[in-house]
T-cell receptor, first 112, second 115 residues
Framework: KQEVTQIPAALSVPEGENLVLNCSFT??????LQWFRQDPGKGLTSLLL?????REQTSGRLNASLDKSSGRSTLYIAASQPGDSATYLC???????????FGTGTRLKVLA | GAGVSQSPSNKVTEKGKDVELRCDPI?????LYWYRQSLGQGLEFLIY????????KSGLPSDRFSAERTGGSVSTLTIQRTQQEDSAVYLC?????????????FGPGTRLTVL
């Protein structure tokens, strides 16, 4: 059974720091992995989607990597800003299913 | 509209009542998902629709939960005889097709409170 874990559960950093959020999954047989952000009381906003055949994806200050064999993905945020404060969720699409399995998220607070 | 919309945004109901939650996916998206997000927990898959195929209902927690999708577009999630443990945010997502590489786009959710 696929399980997704995100560490740390919460993180506070001063503005301007580069930071890394971690996502691990137990079954490497995945189709893709997607990173989302969720602002309080809102739905999820897609940040990056990495196919199983890819190693990384970049969008602006965000870079997501995927190491399928070790069951890990990282989301790198460069030069963090207060507007980056949100909960970040990763989700994997398991092989043989259309379901996404979500981690419980990392609550990020960037201090001005 | 450009995105996924859900209504109502908030619903407060009494235990034992039935509720209906609505999702309008992005036009042209054939795949539609319902999830539940309880306080302090991750997203829990409920049900998946793809085109005219039979839905994957494997995530529905009990037979009090049902969903339908009319005309391949709008979806309604119905919870009968609501219980307090049904209180959660119900999120809907759609994607362009059911093939495995497409992104999911989420609606803002419906916050359900059962008193």
């Amino acid at each position: 059974k696929q399980e997704v874990t995100q560490i740390p559960a919460a993180l506070s950093v001063p503005e301007g720091e580069n930071l890394v959020l971690n996502c691990s999954f137990t079954d490497s047989a995945i189709y893709n992995l997607q990173w989302f952000r969720q602002d309080p009381g809102k739905g999820l906003t897609s940040l990056l989607l990495i196919q199983s055949s890819q190693r990384e994806q970049t969008s602006g200050r965000l870079n997501a990597s995927l190491d399928k064999s070790s069951g890990r993905s990282t989301l790198y945020i460069a030069a963090s800003q207060p507007g980056d404060s949100a909960t970040y969720l990763c989700a994997v699409k398991a092989s043989g299913t259309y379901k996404y399995i979500f981690g419980t998220g990392t609550r990020l607070k960037v201090l001005a | 509209g450009a995105g996924v919309s859900q209504s109502p945004s908030n619903k407060v109901t009494e235990k034992g009542k039935d509720v209906e939650l609505r999702c309008d996916p992005i036009s042209g998206h054939t795949a539609l998902y319902w999830y539940r997000q309880s306080l302090g927990q991750g997203l829990e898959f409920l049900i998946y629709f793809q085109g005219n195929s039979a839905p994957d209902k494997s995530g529905l927690p009990s037979d009090r939960f049902s969903a339908e999708r009319t005309g391949g577009s709008v979806s309604t999630l119905t919870i009968q005889r609501t219980q307090q443990e049904d209180s959660a945010v119900y999120l809907c997502a759609s994607s362009q097709s059911g093939i495995h590489y497409n992104e999911q786009f989420f609606g803002p959710g419906t916050r359900l409170t059962v008193l």
